[in-house]
């Protein structure tokens, strides 16, 4: 099952005001993240945000 990011840039995605995405590892390589990086299933994130962000379930998986 994919996530709501799987095939979306992280410019499209709504991480809200306190959400930030530093790092993504594709395969074992870390890329540069920018707006325009498209995010795949299998990366790897590192995200940070505030205590009341959701930003985690665009990282779920959705069920079928």
Do not use: C, K, Y
């Not at 799987?6 to 890329?31: A, H």
């Amino acid at each position: 099952p994919h996530s709501p990011a799987d095939g979306s840039t992280i410019e499209d995605l709504d991480l809200g005001e306190d959400g930030w995405i530093s790092m993504v590892n594709r395969e074992g390589r870390l890329l540069q993240v920018r707006g325009n990086t498209r995010l795949q299933a299998g990366d790897i994130i590192l995200t940070l945000a505030g205590p009341d962000s959701h930003i985690d379930d665009l990282f779920t998986p959705l069920e079928s």
